[in-house]
């Protein structure tokens, strides 16, 4: 004989062929969010394990609609008569006639809403969830990895402009390329002849600007107030950055000391805000974490067929970025499967472990004796000229039109 189990917002319930009612297991009301939460996340609970039980003694063959993985049936005594079917009768049966059966077997009352009744839980879930979220540790060193990027975004153009709007006053002290310090000079003194007189231009490179006469026109003191102003609206903006960057460097170590370790703070809190959170990262497979941030490339190889990328966001670490163009590609792959095992470590045990910087520096080290040359083509040459370039076409349309026809 046969029976059919489905699930519920209220519990479990199995019918027979016939739709008859059968068995039910009811959640506890104070625990119901609790259980369909478990049931999300893919594990089975008290209530199913027991109808499962009590079925398995009367019935030969016990037919569940489910969307647990099926593996964790295994453990169940008798599980052989386990068969899964989603939809089965039962669960086509339970939607299309919920309120009538959840008031037969005792679940609701005949004054109860049940429409109000899901509403309200589904409200509730998903505020848990929301909150739940919003706890998360990394969602704040998300948010303070992208404010940095947007910073250096705004403050690159910033700084741009008063570049070209102290030049009108001082086109000399242009010289000077660290944005930071030049900021600082207009920020702190403004004029041209309090600058000069600072103290500051004392290396070699800027005694040539401090003994040069400037070309620049005068200002006058309104002038240099604003331009003062917005110097120092620059300045805070830069250090605002600063203290991201502390903030992050910090972050990274309590929560992913092993990531940062291998790939710096800035870059592994990169990795974490592009993909969402540290346990989406833990999750992924070396392959797709080298390739993050460079999925226009991965869809245009797939899409054209060009030379698919080697690497993404991971092209900022300095073994990637500084190696040979030869051995990138080797390195970048060696770099992504050892962030996947380190990732993995802070999110599942969360103890440091030094040996994989080790393991990784030392891979380098016998990536670089191994290859010290670019692997020679022993492809011979393509012959592209006008007539194979016609000749291919020609192949190719004839290819297209006998597949058509």
């Not at 910073?151 to 700084?159: F, G, L, P, R, W």
């Not at 309104?222 to 203290?243: C, G, P, R, W, Y």
């Amino acid at each position: 004989m046969k029976c059919y189990i489905t699930c519920s917002f209220a519990g479990f319930i199995s019918l027979d062929e016939n739709c008859t009612l059968l068995d039910y297991e009811l959640f506890p009301r104070d625990k119901q969010k609790e259980r369909l939460a478990k049931m999300s996340a893919g594990a089975l609970t008290k209530e199913e394990e027991s109808i499962l039980k009590r079925m398995v003694k009367k019935y030969d063959s016990i037919i569940i609609e489910t969307t647990i993985p099926h593996s964790r049936y295994k453990n169940l005594k008798d599980n052989i008569k386990f068969k899964y079917e989603t939809p089965n009768i039962a669960g086509e049966f339970l939607r299309s006639n919920m309120e009538d059966l959840l008031q037969k077997i005792g679940f609701l009352k005949p004054d109860d809403d049940l429409k109000l009744i899901l509403h309200e839980l589904s409200i509730s879930m998903t505020n848990d969830r929301l909150r739940e979220a919003s706890q998360a540790e990394d969602m704040f060193l998300i948010q303070a990895i992208n404010s940095i990027e947007e910073i250096d975004e705004a403050s690159s153009k910033m700084v741009e402009r008063l570049r070209e709007w102290y030049a009108i006053h001082f086109p000399e002290l242009d010289a000077i390329k660290n944005h930071e310090r030049y900021v600082e000079m207009v920020a702190d003194f403004g004029d041209r002849d309090l600058i000069i007189n600072s103290g500051l231009l004392n290396s070699e490179k800027d005694s040539r600007i401090k003994n040069i006469n400037s070309v620049g026109a005068p200002i006058s003191e309104i002038d240099l107030q604003m331009v003062k102003e917005f110097a120092a609206s620059i300045k805070s903006l830069l250090n605002t950055k600063k203290s991201i960057n502390s903030y992050v460097d910090s972050q990274m170590g309590e929560i992913a000391p092993n990531l940062k370790d291998l790939a710096g703070s800035s870059l592994g809190a990169k990795l974490i805000a592009h993909v969402g959170s540290i346990e989406r990262l833990s999750k992924m497979p070396s392959g797709t974490v080298q390739v993050l941030g460079a999925e226009k490339a991965l869809f245009r190889h797939l899409k054209t067929g060009e030379k698919p990328p080697k690497h993404g966001l991971i092209f900022q670490h300095p073994e990637v970025r500084g190696a040979k163009w030869w051995l990138r590609g080797k390195i970048a792959r060696t770099l992504a499967s050892k962030i996947s095992l380190a990732v993995r470590k802070d999110v599942y045990s969360g103890e440091y472990d030094p040996t994989i910087l080790e393991n990784f520096e030392k891979r380098v080290k016998e990536i670089k004796k191994a290859h010290p040359f670019p692997k020679r083509s022993t492809k011979p040459k393509k012959i592209d000229d006008k007539e194979s370039r016609k000749k291919k076409k020609r192949d190719k349309y004839k290819k297209n039109v006998k597949d058509y026809i």
